[in-house]
T-cell receptor, first 111, second 116 residues
């Protein structure tokens, strides 16, 4: 039972354009959401998070949007750079409980 | 943030043998976890490593197959016992609860295990 879903296994974007990665969840108790970035042969690296009291959080080129009614979050990367090419995982948790991860979206930024 | 190291980084093992993976953190942390990422799949939580007591295992994972130790607040081991090719995965240690943050999990570099 996959509580966090990333329906796009891959995404290709031109350098300088916007990358939008999507994530859906089913558990309405989730109140904390994170995005991780993973390069091959490395562990996931924390990128950005958002709590359910917000609908947007921005950190430099990265912005996460949360739509609680739709149980949907997205990560926007603007402008996209070749170094952003990696697998991106979204994760969700209910406070104090375990994290659930999506299956990942492989982003390729084309120079 | 805390620095997390894992040993070994990768290994190739024979069926029926066991491998112990070490996770070392450079500062004390509240919680340590072990995950598995099978090829093409998401990260699956194996267990929470509890300091000084038995680990808490998720559904589908048992202590006999994945014994875990956590003798202190900076170190944990995961053993993959009696391995089969289905155990070929990336095994990841993660931490939560550092001096600077309590809500976010941070991951080690992972151990890539191949079982022949």
């Amino acid at each position: 039972d996959q509580q966090v879903k990333q329906n796009s296994p891959s995404l290709s974007v031109q350098e300088g354009r916007i990358s939008i990665l999507n994530c859906d969840y089913t558990n309405s108790m989730f109140d904390y959401f994170l995005w991780y970035k993973k390069y091959p042969a490395e562990g996931p690296t924390f990128l950005i998070s958002i709590s359910s009291i917000k609908d947007k959080n921005e950190d430099g080129r990265f912005t996460v949007f949360l739509n609680k009614s739709a149980k949907h979050l997205s990560l926007h990367i603007v402008p996209s750079q070749p170094g952003d090419s990696a697998v991106y995982f979204c994760a969700a948790s209910a406070t104090g409980n375990q994290f659930y991860f999506g299956t990942g979206t492989s982003l390729t930024v084309i120079p | 943030s805390a620095v997390i190291s894992q040993k070994p980084s990768r290994d190739i093992c024979q069926r029926g043998t066991s491998l112990t993976i070490q996770c070392q953190v450079d500062s004390q942390v509240t919680m340590m976890f072990w995950y598995r990422q099978q090829p093409g799949q998401s990260l699956t939580l194996i267990a929470t490593a509890n300091q000084g007591s038995e680990a808490t295992y998720e559904s589908g994972f048992v202590i006999d197959k994945f014994p875990i130790s956590r003798p202190n607040l900076t170190f944990s081991t995961l053993t993959v016992s009696n391995m089969s090719p289905e155990d070929s995965s990336i095994y990841l240690c993660s931490i939560q609860g550092t001096l600077t943050t309590t809500d976010t999990q941070y991951f080690g570099p992972g151990t890539r295990l191949t079982v022949l």
